[in-house]
């Protein structure tokens, strides 16, 4: 079955940065779009950023040359290199994809406080 495992998540201050990976399982990889959504507290769920089978990327506005999407096919993942990072980023972040119907994981705490 579709698996996703998301980590690297935790505590940085104001202007750090982390990078999250999703580890992806139960479908052909290389062939779908992987997301990464986030949700903060009393907010909706938001798409952050997007990167297609072929390489294509899409950002949210509030994160553009701040946050960068990558793939690897090899392995199976999905990462999110975050810098200059801002209270406001604060938030559970998901690893997403569609086979059929939408498949998340379980979600990775950022907490961005000084």
């Known amino acids: 079955q579709v698996q996703l495992v998301e980590s690297g998540g935790g505590l940085v201050q104001p202007g750090g940065s982390l990078r999250l990976s999703c580890a992806a399982s139960?479908?052909?990889?290389?062939?779908?779009?992987m997301s990464w959504y986030r949700q903060a507290p009393g907010k909706e769920r938001e798409l952050v950023a997007s990167?297609?089978?072929?390489?294509?990327?899409n950002y949210a506005d509030s994160v553009k040359g701040r946050f960068t999407i990558s793939r690897d096919n090899a392995k199976n993942t999905v990462l999110l290199q975050m810098n200059s990072l801002k209270p406001e980023d604060t938030a559970v972040y998901y690893c997403?994809?569609?086979?059929?119907?939408?498949?998340w994981g379980q979600g990775t705490q950022v907490t961005v406080s000084s």
């Open positions: 997403n994809t569609n086979v059929w119907k939408p498949y």
């Open positions: 139960g479908f052909f990889f290389s062939n779908n779009r």
């Open positions: 990167i297609t089978n072929g390489g294509s990327t």
